[in-house]
């Protein structure tokens, strides 16, 4: 094995496979190398143990259903898909490909990577697959009350501490605000989800990716794009997770609609984007409503602060927290004009 050396234990993982190495270099959290096979990625696992078969077995489907730029997992030579070095530390390899991350920053890269999404989407449903990861699937009221549980903890913490730092002040004024609105919308969600059995049934769902972010979407460089007619591959599918498809598009929308101070011409023009490619129901809009007015946010800020030893608090998380109350407005009003635009539903929560 030529090339630089990285992690001689991990890079040792890779004589369990059959392929040649020519050389090993070191990218973020992994071991990439390239080999007789083509460019691959050796990465820790750290899923379930069973979830990796569900993961192969959705990567293998969404081929089959033609949308083919998306990694594989490698069998060693046992046959396979976890390997282990001699600290029993788990491994998996996968294709990758010769790219760079999607440019946020870029419109026309974002409008693709949605387009992308909707395609990847259409070749997600996995028909006819049981196994036990495809029977869980994922029910969002249990994911925020979950949040709101935490949220609680966490206001009873603040209230009770005698010596408050600036950022805690600050956080618990305004902490009942973002709180009652959480409790509000997963209030409206248990009440949705009950009046409508469709909107979490298998009908509903595909197998979303579950971590569909920019570094997880790659703009293939001008070769691979050239051999593959395609310029966007997805890789990263560990969260993959049965759910109604607009957790994917939530997730993309969010990062962006943030960054953009909650531009109504971004987020109209992705979602047309999304549905050109695949026709949203208006189960789909109501969902993505739900999960765009969760502060999600906010719980994040709370969080981080909450185990991440509250002796120093960086200043950053206070930005954040300023950052956010600085574009609430911003974010209510695209809700509303949301809601006018796709709304053939009614809400109250503001």
């Given at each position: ?5 990285v992690n001689?234990?991990?890079?040792s993982?890779l004589?369990?496979?059959?392929i040649?190495?020519?050389?090993t ?7 990439l190398?390239?080999s007789n096979?083509?460019?691959l990625?050796l990465?820790?696992y750290v899923g379930?143990?069973d ?8 990567l293998?489907?969404?081929?089959k259903q033609g949308?083919?730029?998306v990694?594989?997992i490698?069998k ?7 390997v282990?070095?001699?600290?029993k530390?788990?491994?998996i390899?996968?294709t990758?490909?010769d790219?760079?991350?999607?440019n ?5 890269e974002?409008i693709?990577?949605?387009k992308?999404l ?6 997600s ?13 994922f029910k969002?009221?249990?994911e925020y ?5 935490e949220l ?6 603040l209230?009770?501490k005698?010596q408050?730092?600036n ?9 009942d605000y973002?709180f ?16 409508t059995?469709?909107?979490h049934g ?6 979303c990716h579950g971590?569909?972010q ?8 001008g070769?691979?794009?050239?051999q ?8 990263n599918f560990?969260?993959c ?7 994917d598009?939530y997730l993309?929308?969010?990062k ?9 011409e ?7 984007a999304?549905s ?29 602060y909450?185990?991440?030893?509250k002796?120093?608090?960086?200043g ?6 300023e950052?956010?109350l600085?574009?609430e407005?911003?974010?209510v ?7 006018s635009?796709?709304?053939r539903?009614s809400?109250?929560?503001?």
């Amino acid at each position: 094995m030529g090339g630089i050396h990285v992690n001689d234990r991990a890079v040792s993982v890779l004589e369990n496979y059959d392929i040649d190495v020519l050389r090993t270099w070191k990218g973020r959290g992994a071991i990439l190398c390239d080999s007789n096979k083509g460019l691959l990625i050796l990465k820790e696992y750290v899923g379930p143990k069973d979830k990796i078969f569900f993961q192969d077995a959705l990567l293998n489907s969404i081929k089959k259903q033609g949308f083919y730029m998306v990694e594989s997992i490698l069998k060693s030579k046992d046959g396979e898909l976890v390997v282990y070095d001699q600290d029993k530390m788990p491994y998996i390899l996968k294709t990758y490909f010769d790219g760079r991350e999607c440019n946020i920053r870029d419109t026309k890269e974002c409008i693709q990577a949605v387009k992308t999404l909707a395609c990847l989407h259409n070749a997600s449903d996995m028909p006819g697959f049981q196994g036990s990861y495809d029977d869980i699937g994922f029910k969002i009221d249990k994911e925020y009350e979950k949040h709101n549980k935490e949220l609680r903890k966490v206001r009873k913490f603040l209230r009770e501490k005698s010596q408050k730092t600036n950022f805690e002040i600050f956080l618990l004024k305004h902490y009942d605000y973002f709180f009652d609105l959480a409790l509000q919308v997963t209030e409206e969600v248990r009440f949705y989800l009950r009046e409508t059995p469709s909107a979490h049934g298998k009908k509903s769902c595909i197998v979303c990716h579950g971590d569909y972010q920019y570094h997880n979407i790659l703009v293939l460089n001008g070769s691979a794009a050239a051999q593959t007619n395609n310029t966007f591959a997805v890789i990263n599918f560990e969260k993959c997770v049965r759910d109604n498809p607009v957790r994917d598009l939530y997730l993309f929308m969010r990062k962006l609609l943030e960054k953009s101070n909650w531009s109504e011409e971004l987020g109209m023009t992705l979602l047309e984007a999304y549905s050109s490619e695949r026709a949203m129901s208006a189960e789909d809009y109501i969902q993505l409503y739900y999960r765009l007015i969760y502060p999600e946010k906010f719980w994040k800020i709370v969080n981080f602060y909450y185990n991440s030893g509250k002796a120093w608090i960086p200043g950053r998380n206070l930005e954040k927290l300023e950052k956010l109350l600085e574009q609430e407005q911003d974010k209510v009003k695209f809700l509303e004009n949301y809601k006018s635009t796709y709304g053939r539903f009614s809400f109250e929560i503001y």
